[in-house]
């Protein structure tokens, strides 16, 4: 199983961009991670948020691999603990389907992503810079796989 990460946004900044790196060089021989970058929509003054949500939306659903599984990140989605992860981690590669994971503009997602996701994850109530999500997905997409391969990287209580 390979897994996608297609965020909206571009150009992280160079400690975000570092951190995912490592990550996804710690991840690479139990789960090659690609990050995928879509522009995001025009806003500003004068400029309608929704339209640009639904712009970010196309190009999103526009990036989607047919037949993977797809995760939307989402502050009403399912809150899981580093091994409830773990456990679905397993459960997705049991699948048999690559795995996507979306992150969506500032204003979330628009509501054609979160239709055509197959499930919500979210990382709990706080609100978070979507480049800072990327880093924190990669890390916890790690220290899944790491549960699962029995390494010593989590040491949860």
Same mark, same amino acid.
């Given at each position: 199983? *390979?897994?996608?990460?297609?965020?909206?946004?571009?150009?992280?900044?160079?400690?975000?961009?570092?951190?995912? !790196?490592?990550? &996804? *060089?710690? #991840?690479?021989?139990?789960?090659?991670?690609?990050?995928?970058?879509?522009?995001?929509?025009? &806003?500003? *003054?004068?400029?309608? !948020?929704?339209? /640009?949500?639904?712009?970010?939306? !196309? &190009?999103?659903?526009?990036?989607?691999? *047919?037949?993977?599984?797809?995760?939307?990140?989402?502050?009403?989605?399912?809150?899981?603990?580093?091994?409830? $992860?773990?456990?679905?981690?397993?459960?997705? &590669?049991?699948?048999?389907?690559? $795995?996507?994971?979306?992150?969506?503009?500032?204003?979330?997602?628009?509501?054609?992503? #979160?239709? /055509?996701?197959?499930?919500?994850?979210? $990382?709990?109530?706080?609100?978070?810079?979507?480049?800072?999500?990327? $880093? #924190?997905?990669?890390?916890? #997409?790690?220290?899944?796989?790491?549960?699962? /391969?029995?390494?010593?990287?989590?040491?949860?209580?």
């Amino acid at each position: 199983m *390979k897994a996608r990460l297609i965020a909206v946004g571009e150009r992280a900044p160079a400690w975000v961009a570092a951190g995912f !790196a490592e990550y &996804r *060089k710690r #991840l690479s021989h139990w789960l090659p991670l690609e990050l995928v970058e879509i522009e995001p929509g025009l &806003r500003g *003054k004068g400029r309608d !948020a929704a339209r /640009a949500t639904a712009d970010e939306g !196309a &190009r999103v659903l526009a990036a989607l691999p *047919k037949s993977a599984q797809v995760v939307a990140l989402d502050g009403r989605g399912k809150a899981w603990t580093s091994e409830q $992860l773990a456990q679905r981690l397993q459960h997705w &590669r049991g699948g048999g389907r690559d $795995l996507v994971l979306l992150i969506g503009g500032p204003e979330g997602h628009a509501p054609q992503v #979160l239709a /055509a996701a197959d499930e919500t994850w979210s $990382l709990g109530p706080l609100t978070l810079p979507h480049m800072l999500v990327r $880093l #924190l997905v990669a890390e916890q #997409l790690y220290r899944a796989a790491a549960l699962l /391969a029995h390494h010593p990287y989590h040491r949860g209580a």
